[in-house]
Antibody
């Protein structure tokens, strides 16, 4: 059974850096999956942040690209999110998710439970 | 960047009724990269449909997806009490995933 678990500070100060880690069990980060971060402001919709592949290749949401870094640590079977210069608008539930190929398509089939990060002084 | 617009914003229906949810893209989407999710309060999204029309593992056959190009539809043939939730479409293009804003299916 594949499981993803987010961890990190629940409170970050404005202009600071948000750092989260997603620990993966039941699958290897070296598999043919992409590993993603998605966020959801309270009461609002889903926003894709970015993804990383086991070789280190990344893709980011253009609206966040200048502030985001996603990295992978295969030795620990985890991947991480760093978001710099945060403001209140970055307050959200942050999810990590696995993107796997099905036939000739893709989908986010496993998700973490999500972690609420609040940006406030 | 492709923008996905879902309609209606809210759908008020009774159990047993048919639900039809729309997802319209600002540009043509590759059908094999159009996905649907269900999200219930306090839970992470759940994969329902991938490749526009293929059900994910364990998804009941009352859920079906269709469409191509810029117009896609999620249909729930007969609503069960557990189907009242928010539904999101998602697409991948030019190395970027985007989500629609969601459709809430609520009990009438």
């Amino acid at each position: 059974q594949v499981q993803l678990q987010e961890s990190g500070p629940g409170l970050v100060k404005p202009s600071g850096t948000l750092s989260l880690t997603c620990a993966v069990s039941g699958d290897s980060l070296s598999s043919k999956s992409w590993w993603n971060w998605v966020r959801q402001p309270p009461g609002k919709g889903l926003e894709w942040i970015g993804e990383v592949y086991h070789g280190g290749t990344t893709n980011y949401n253009p609206s966040l690209k200048s502030r985001v870094t996603i990295s992978i640590d295969k030795s620990k079977n985890q991947f991480s999110l760093t978001l710099t210069s945060v403001t209140a608008a970055d307050t959200a539930i942050y999810y990590c998710a696995r993107d796997t190929q099905y036939d000739n398509s893709w989908g986010f089939d496993y998700w973490g439970q999500g972690t609420l990060v609040t940006v406030s002084s | 960047e492709i923008v996905l617009t879902q309609s209606p914003g809210t759908l008020s229906l009774s159990p047993g009724e048919r639900a039809t949810l729309s997802c319209r893209a600002s540009q043509s989407v590759s059908g094999n990269l159009l996905v649907w999710y269900q999200q219930k309060p306090g839970q992470a999204p759940r994969l329902l449909i991938y490749g526009a029309s293929s059900r994910a593992t364990g998804i009941p056959d009352r859920f079906s997806g269709s469409g191509s190009g810029t117009d896609f539809t999620l249909t729930i043939s007969r609503l069960e009490p557990e189907d009242f939730a928010v539904y999101y479409c998602q697409q991948y293009g030019s190395s970027v995933w985007t989500f629609g804003q969601g459709t809430k299916v609520e009990i009438k």
